[in-house]
């Protein structure tokens, strides 16, 4: 007795045809996976005006003095034109480049530890931030310090209530090719 497997298929050889109903399995489960298929549609790019700017942090940090009362009149604006002229010597434009990551020192006197002066450091945190725009939304970190190793060079932090403010600036633009290890 022969048997009909398959789409109509007849064995004439006398096989039982297991291989049609393997064959026929796998068009079926073909078409139910391509049924199932998930069809995107992309919608169109961004402008380069609407994308999103990515920054990268430079290393090259450089220091600003910070006057002990400061305030948006008073050290504020120096600060301000302080980046300003630091962005410009790189050859940056101000709309590609911020501040990103400063450390507030705060000198301290013989008798006294480098705690003091991180603590006067921490003291003047709130309105050095007040003090520009500039400042308000970057991670700033403090510590006590006589003099501080800023790019390769020895800066004097100065004794108690000086204050000296090392810049690390993010940029937006071309891969920078900075030396990271001095």
Same mark, same amino acid.
């Given at each position: 007795? +022969?048997?009909?497997?398959?789409?109509?298929?007849? +064995?004439? =050889?006398?096989?039982?045809?297991?291989?049609?109903?393997?064959?026929?399995?796998?068009?079926?489960?073909? &078409?139910?996976?391509?049924?199932?298929?998930?069809?995107?549609? =992309?919608?169109?790019?961004?402008?380069?005006? @609407?994308?999103?700017?990515?920054? /990268?942090?430079? *290393?090259?940090?450089?220091?600003?003095?910070?006057?002990?009362? &400061?305030?948006?009149?008073?050290?504020?604006?120096? !600060?301000?034109?302080? &980046?300003?002229?630091?962005?410009?010597?790189?050859?940056?434009?101000?709309?590609?480049?911020?501040? #990103?990551?400063?450390?507030?020192? %705060?000198?301290?006197?013989?008798?006294?530890?480098?705690?003091? #002066?991180? %603590?006067?450091?921490?003291?003047?945190?709130?309105?050095? $931030?007040?003090?520009?725009?500039?400042?308000? /939304? !970057?991670?700033? $970190?403090?510590?006590?310090? $006589?003099?501080?190793?800023?790019?390769?060079?020895?800066?004097?932090?100065?004794?108690? %209530?000086?204050?000296?403010?090392?810049?690390?600036?993010?940029?937006?633009?071309? /891969?920078?090719?900075? @030396? *990271?290890?001095?």
């Amino acid at each position: 007795m +022969s048997r009909r497997f398959g789409f109509g298929r007849k +064995s004439n =050889s006398g096989e039982d045809g297991t291989g049609w109903i393997y064959a026929d399995l796998f068009l079926a489960l073909t &078409i139910v996976g391509l049924g199932s298929a998930v069809i995107t549609s =992309s919608s169109p790019s961004p402008s380069a005006a @609407d994308a999103p700017k990515i920054f /990268q942090l430079s *290393c090259a940090e450089f220091s600003v003095p910070v006057p002990a009362n &400061i305030s948006a009149a008073a050290g504020g604006k120096q !600060i301000e034109g302080a &980046i300003g002229a630091e962005i410009a010597k790189r050859g940056w434009a101000p709309e590609s480049s911020k501040p #990103g990551f400063a450390i507030v020192m %705060g000198g301290f006197e013989g008798a006294e530890g480098p705690g003091a #002066g991180d %603590g006067r450091a921490k003291a003047l945190l709130g309105r050095l $931030r007040a003090s520009s725009p500039l400042l308000k /939304q !970057i991670e700033m $970190r403090t510590a006590g310090a $006589r003099s501080v190793r800023v790019n390769g060079s020895e800066v004097s932090v100065g004794g108690a %209530g000086s204050f000296l403010m090392v810049v690390y600036l993010l940029f937006s633009g071309p /891969q920078l090719t900075e @030396d *990271c290890t001095r």
